[in-house]
């Protein structure tokens, strides 16, 4: 891949690279040598590279997406295919979209939340709240929690549909369905609101990377300045 100018991701075989509009007929030929040697590889090794069930999405920068002059391609060739570049793609359990708004990915988190509550308060008069409150752990905030340091500095109104869910997995422990605030059963509970659990996860990894624990590739992330 790096023979090609491409980066590869192991986790999910994904290949990844930056590029000018203006140079996208470079990098689609560096692609498609890139391609050619991985199916050469797959084909020795007995396995089979299916390019009609390959996904391409092209993220374009803030500045492109505001100007009405700069557009994507709509069709990338891969191995004699023309495959059309996605608007949104799932990443390691996270749906991504073009633009990084991260908009499709909550709302798959808020219908999931959605289906467990439901579920929830079908058999919430038979638990008791410690029982609700390993319910909420389990099957609410594992989702809300699930990559949300990729949610951080997304839109307000995005992060304000996570936060109406936690607030009603809290009405669902203290069993009040009306619609009153819960930043005090929040604090009985010592649950962090959902902004402060993304900023709390992004802290956590930077301090791990700070201090070496962390995998290597993660070590990329940020750049650390030596203040004083």
Request: net charge positive; proline share 2%.
């Amino acid at each position: 891949a790096e023979s090609h100018g491409m980066m590869l991701h192991l986790y999910d075989s994904q290949l990844y690279c930056s590029f000018k509009n203006e140079n996208f007929k470079q990098v689609e030929k560096k692609l498609e040598g890139c391609l050619i040697n991985i199916r050469a590889w797959m084909a020795e090794n007995l396995l089979k590279l299916n390019a009609g069930k390959t996904e391409v999405m092209i993220i374009r920068s803030k500045q492109e997406n505001a100007s009405k002059s700069a557009k994507s391609p709509s069709e990338v060739k891969i191995l004699d295919e023309l495959i059309e570049t996605a608007i949104f793609v799932r990443n390691l359990g996270v749906i991504f979209d073009d633009r990084l708004t991260m908009k499709n990915n909550v709302s798959h988190i808020v219908r999931g939340c959605m289906g467990y509550l439901n579920n929830l308060w079908r058999i919430g008069d038979k638990l008791d709240r410690n029982s609700k409150v390993k319910m909420v752990n389990m099957f609410i905030h594992s989702k809300l929690d699930f990559g949300n340091s990729l949610l951080y500095n997304i839109n307000a109104s995005y992060l304000d549909r996570l936060q109406k869910i936690q607030n009603l997995a809290v009405r669902y422990i203290f069993n009040r369905r009306q619609r009153r605030g819960v930043t005090a059963l929040q604090k009985k509970l010592h649950f962090l609101p959902v902004t402060e659990r993304i900023l709390y996860k992004v802290g956590l990894l930077m301090y791990n990377i700070a201090n070496g624990s962390a995998p290597p590739y993660s070590a990329l992330i940020p750049l650390l300045y030596k203040l004083g």
